[in-house]
């Protein structure tokens, strides 16, 4: 199993977290587990397509752009910079989260992991 598949199944693994805390909203576990599945997917896309990512959270949203742009895939880099304030906000409690529909935020996640998926011929 190569690195890209061992992030994809990381990302598969936080989308059960979600799946689990969309409803009712639980924004702690939806928020923290959401975006370790897309950063978690970024990864492995980027990696199946041999491009480096750095372990920041900016250059994941920018991964994420480029994967949209240049390969089609959904594009989530809004939603992993409104996750990451969502995030703190539930950690810390001094970062105002955005206004985020936790069905919408669970679906385009799913959307996402599975398009990667499909990506790898998953």
């Known amino acids: ?4 598949d061992e992030k994809l199944e990381l990302a ?8 689990a805390a ?3 909203p639980d924004w702690a576990d939806l928020s923290l587990y ?16 041999g491009l480096s990512v750095q372990k920041a959270h900016w ?14 895939l959904p594009d989530v880099a809004e939603l992993l ?6 995030r703190k906000s539930e950690a ?17 996640i799913d959307l996402y992991v599975d398009a990667v998926a499909n990506l790898l011929g998953s």
């Open 34 to 49: 959401g975006f370790y599945a897309l950063e978690a997917a970024v990864e492995a896309a980027s990696t199946h397509l």
């Open 59 to 72: 250059a994941r949203v920018g991964a994420a752009e480029t994967l949209h742009r240049d390969h089609g």
């Open 92 to 108: 810390y409690g001094d970062v105002a989260a955005p206004q985020l529909d936790a069905a919408d935020v669970a679906s385009a």
């Open 22 to 24: 969309w409803d009712p």
């Open 12 to 19: 598969q693994r936080h989308l059960q977290r979600v799946q």
């Open 81 to 86: 910079r409104d996750l990451n304030e969502t």
């Open 1 to 4: 199993m190569g690195r890209a």
